[in-house]
């Protein structure tokens, strides 16, 4: 199984609504991402997860929380979203560090945002 | 940060060999060279990665330069289900791994 499934497919939310994103991943992968992308954009990095611990978080703005409370789960928590934070959001996972199959990010289909 | 820099588009005809470059100028010695693939709708893809050496696997080539300031991605025999947006990264030692713009593969019957 090199499934990463993300719920829900598709969101709208108002500026004032508090919501969650959910990642899920059974592969044992110790490593999870968030990233974000605008249309006809690439994916930009987030936040970086490593045993459970917050390793990157790119200055992204507090409106947007992460939590990975186990191995196989990873939220996003969202709160007083801005219209321009409208787009997909990805969540990938892989082994942690170097070399070989341990590299491999694999990508679920993303949750599609759109704030009004 | 190690940058990536790809032609924005690039066309095929189906069944013939795609060259997909990247250059990478910047990369540092522990760098691994990834690339990706994102289709329509989809969330990216993993095509192929490499250290030094050049690469084959079922879905392509990889061929990395000498001084590994640059690369090629290579699809033997484009097919129309190979149109989409390759992305060639470089994935650092602490699991960093950041998209550069990307090239769209049009693929012509």
């Known amino acids: 199984d090199t499934e990463v499934t993300q719920t829900p497919k598709h969101l709208v939310m108002g500026m004032t609504n508090k919501k969650s994103l959910k990642c899920e991943q059974h592969?044992?992968?110790?490593?999870m991402y968030w990233y974000k992308q605008k249309a006809k954009k690439p994916p930009e990095l987030m936040f970086v997860?490593?045993?459970?611990?917050?390793?990157i978080n790119e200055s992204v703005p507090s409106r947007f929380s992460p939590e990975c409370p186990n191995s196989s789960l990873l939220n996003l928590h969202l709160h007083a979203l801005q219209p321009e934070d409208s787009a997909l959001y990805l969540c990938?996972?892989?082994?942690?560090?170097?070399?070989?199959?341990?590299?491999?990010?694999?990508f679920g289909a993303g949750t599609r945002l759109s704030v009004l | 940060d190690a940058k990536t820099t790809q032609p924005n588009s690039m066309e095929s005809n189906e069944e013939e060999p795609v060259h997909l470059p990247c250059n990478h100028s910047?990369?540092?010695?522990?760098?691994?060279i990834h690339w990706y693939r994102q289709l329509p709708s989809q969330g990216p893809e993993y095509v192929i990665h490499?250290?030094?050496s050049n690469v084959n696997n079922r879905m392509a080539s990889l061929a990395i330069a000498e001084d590994r300031k640059s690369s090629t991605l290579i699809l033997h025999r484009a097919t129309l289900r190979d149109a989409a947006v390759y992305y060639c990264?470089?994935?650092?030692?602490?699991?960093?791994?950041?998209f550069g713009a990307g090239t769209r593969l049009t693929v012509k019957p």
């Open positions: 990938a996972s892989s082994q942690v560090g170097l070399g070989g199959a341990k590299n491999i990010q694999y």
């Open positions: 592969m044992g992968h110790r490593a």
């Open positions: 997860y490593s045993y459970e611990k917050l390793s």
């Open positions: 910047t990369i540092s010695g522990t760098d691994y």
């Open positions: 490499g250290l030094t």
């Open positions: 990264i470089l994935r650092r030692y602490n699991n960093d791994m950041r």
